[in-house]
């Protein structure tokens, strides 16, 4: 089928609001294949059609990694590549999608992980240390979902890559999405030397609307901080 067609078909599907329905379709189809048209739909506008592909991407990714895991590599590299200046283009989409791989596939992670870290890092003296930091506020919070995403997902392979340091920074910041995202992160990998700064967000009230289990949600700041919280006794 050209990939012409195959947008036509796959693209529509990404409306529709049962997410098994359209992976049940899509696994039915080349997942290389597949891949290709997820990508022009991570950087979508909508953000329902947004955060299925990116959903779709990670279960296919996955799939393909299951055929051939050098084609799953060049898939994270590509994605890896959009996030470069050198790429030409921005990278909507990608933190989120190298993350929701990882959470579907080990190897993958174990590979690529402290990749998604570095995003979070500015270059430095620090040993090994080799930064990559997002100055674009739009990307800083498609990585933070990302870093936050995999480390409820699999804490194991982040526990030792990411620090307070890194995190701290965001918690600060004053683009409420940013520090609720950092909150979910502190929670998620148990960060105890956060606990000052997310009992300062307790009575935050901004709300940001985070997706989880398949959906957009609303939260406020102070609710992720207090989970956050919640989850560190």
């Not at 991570?42 to 991407?57: F, G, H, K, L, N």
């Not at 800083?140 to 340091?165: D, H, I, M, N, Y």
Request: overall charge negative; proline content about 3%.
């Amino acid at each position: 089928m050209s990939s012409r067609r195959l947008k036509k078909q796959i693209l529509p599907m990404l409306e529709q609001e049962n997410y098994e329905f359209i992976l049940e379709h899509l696994r039915m189809l080349p997942a290389k294949d597949v891949v290709n048209v997820l990508f022009s739909a991570i950087c979508r506008e909508v953000p329902r059609i947004r955060w299925v592909a990116i959903s779709c991407m990670g279960e296919t990714v996955a799939r393909l990694a299951e055929e051939n895991m050098e084609e799953a590599r060049i898939i994270m590299r590509r994605l890896l590549w959009s996030l470069n200046d050198e790429s030409g283009g921005i990278g909507w989409g990608a933190p989120e999608s190298l993350a929701e791989i990882m959470c579907h596939q080990a190897q993958l992670a174990e590979e690529y992980c402290h990749m998604l870290v570095s995003y979070m890092q500015k270059d430095g003296d620090e040993l090994l240390q080799d930064g990559n930091f997002l100055e674009l506020p739009a990307l800083q919070k498609g990585l933070l979902w990302g870093v936050g995403r995999l480390a409820g997902s699999r804490p194991e392979f982040l526990s030792t890559k990411v620090s307070f340091k890194d995190v701290a920074p965001f918690l600060t910041s004053s683009d409420q999405e940013i520090c609720g995202l950092a909150a979910r992160i502190t929670g998620n990998l148990g960060m105890i030397e956060a606990k000052s700064e997310l009992h300062k967000l307790t009575g935050d009230k901004r709300e940001l609307f985070v997706y989880e289990d398949g959906e957009l949600q609303a939260f406020t700041v102070g609710e992720l901080a207090g989970s956050a919280l919640q989850g560190m006794q």
